[in-house]
């Protein structure tokens, strides 16, 4: 390296320092995110160890957590981050809906029976009723989207309805 590229390099250390604003800094609204997590147990401590997520979302969505009945050994979001709350549904994979109780009101959690891995949750964030549902999709796609208008049609319609999820 000659003289000129190292006087360079360190020009750009010093006055062209790479800036960013996080994306959900900048977001209005209610902000919902959406992680595939591989096994709640494992994970959650260290994904909420990144304040931004606690401090600029109202709900994250998660997909295989990994959790059953027989897991004694979950602990809830609140043990981790006053004042969230979460769902959970016990399927092949683990579903689990977990919100800022100052921004988000559940109102009515669905008991579904389905083929598919999904967890409806009617809610209140903001002001507004929501109905949430989370999905996780597992084998080929075949049949998945019929399967999917089918289970949502067995759901109330008078709620503006968000389907977010994941697939293997």
Not at 36 to 59: M, P, T, V
Not at 61 to 85: K, M, P
Not at 93 to 108: A, F, P, T
Not at 131 to 158: A, H, M
Request: hydrophobic share 40%; proline share 2%.
């Amino acid at each position: 390296m000659n003289l000129s590229a190292l006087e360079e390099m360190n020009r750009m250390r010093k006055d062209a320092l790479f800036e960013w604003i996080h994306p959900l800094i900048e977001m209005t609204g209610s902000n919902i995110c959406l992680f595939n997590i591989r096994s709640w147990n494992a994970h959650i401590e260290h994904f909420l160890s990144d304040k931004i997520y606690l401090d600029y979302c109202d709900i994250f969505c998660f997909t295989e957590t990994h959790l059953n009945a027989v897991d004694s050994r979950r602990f809830g979001i609140n043990q981790y981050a006053q004042g969230w709350c979460d769902v959970h549904k016990n399927t092949d994979h683990g579903l689990s809906i977990c919100y800022n109780s100052n921004k988000v009101k559940v109102i009515e959690e669905f008991q579904i029976e389905s083929s598919l891995e999904m967890l409806p949750v009617l809610i209140e964030a903001r002001g507004e009723s929501m109905l949430l549902v989370l999905i996780y999709r597992t084998g080929p796609l075949g049949n998945f989207v019929s399967n999917l208008v089918e289970e949502l049609q067995n759901l109330p319609r008078k709620y503006r309805t968000l389907v977010v999820g994941d697939s293997i």
